[in-house]
């Protein structure tokens, strides 16, 4: 049984259009709706970047689906003042929210001005905000004075039910670490043989836990309008994994996008102009143990790209 989600983008478009978006998505017949949680968008050009916390509270009420959100615990935050908002939202709304949490890109949480420390403390401080969290949900006193400081916390607004924790992962090894203590893995649409050695890496270690993907598109009526809006919307976005989590204002990323070519969109982004193209998709990744599958259009044609969605996609992979 597989879920097809839409992909609302705080670093794109408003938290008041993407509400509506939800709505339209789920009279369309989607099943899940997914957020970005960023305080930096990618780009200073057209861009946008609502609290994603607050969208989720209001969104939540109109649309009746599952959510969930791609979010770092800290250090922007504290993974105290996440699990409460986690826990808020789904004694609200039924345990419908779960969580991806990474380790975080300097553009969102170096505003703190802390240094930005390397991958592996970042993933240290990931496991214990994570620990912390699961802690807190399950109406425990807590402390911690590892990493992540915590003395005499507790809710007292406890979730229905202890919320689902995924990890993201872009690479191999993320994932391999992860899957010691995430419930699942949520990943994008890399080159297959990659994608392979990520799925690869979380099973040899976790047998049971969901796989999520996030299929970046651009849909249009013709393949070269499709990569031209790819270009113009996403072209920051493929700098490489290393590049996207060190660099850390708008305009670094401007400055870096303007190297990438037109033509090398095809290689980051699913081009489609018809249904087919996402039918194929879905089938492919559903074939590779996807279950939940998630589609964020990166252009601006989001109403035509969810209508198509709903009338000629939706209905034949059920």
């Known amino acids: ?66 959510f969930g959100i791609v979010t770092s615990p800290a250090p922007r935050y504290h993974p105290a003042i996440i699990a409460q908002a986690v826990a808020t939202l789904n004694q609200m709304f039924d345990n419908r929210l779960w969580i991806a949490a990474g380790s975080g890109q300097a553009m969102n949480e170096s505003i703190t001005a802390d240094v930005w420390p390397d991958k592996d403390t970042r993933n240290k401080r990931l496991a214990e905000s994570v620990s912390i969290m699961r802690k807190l ?31 993201a992962a872009l690479s191999d090894r993320t994932a391999s670490w992860m899957a010691t203590w995430a419930e699942g893995l949520i990943t994008i649409n890399h080159a297959e043989d990659t994608l392979k050695k990520i799925v690869s890496a979380f099973r040899a270690k976790n047998k049971t836990g969901v796989l999520a993907i996030k299929i970046q598109t651009s849909f249009a009526e013709n393949i070269s309008i499709a990569e031209k809006l790819a270009w113009e919307s996403w072209r920051n976005n493929v700098l490489g994994t290393s590049i996207q989590a060190e660099l850390s204002q708008p305009k670094f990323f401007d400055e870096a996008g303007q190297f990438v070519r037109v033509d090398d969109m095809k290689e980051h982004v699913l081009l489609g102009t018809a249904a087919d193209t996402y039918i194929q998709a879905i089938h492919k990744y559903r074939e590779m143990g996807f279950s939940k599958i998630i589609f964020h259009n990166v252009n601006k044609n989001q109403d035509s790209f969810i209508d198509m969605m709903g009338r000629e996609v939706l209905p034949y992979v059920r």
């Open 137 to 167: 949900w399950s109406g425990d006193e807590v402390n911690a004075d590892g990493s992540i400081k915590l003395a005499n916390a507790k809710l007292y607004t406890l979730p229905t039910a202890l919320p689902q924790v995924i990890g």
């Open 1 to 66: 049984m597989i879920k097809i989600g839409y992909h609302a983008s705080h670093e794109q478009f408003s938290p008041k259009f993407l509400v509506t978006c939800a709505q339209r998505a789920e009279k369309n017949g989607f099943d899940l709706i997914t957020s970005s949680d960023h305080f930096h968008p990618w780009t200073e050009k057209d861009a946008h970047s609502g609290f994603a916390w607050s969208w989720l509270g209001a969104a939540m009420q109109v649309v009746q689906l599952e």
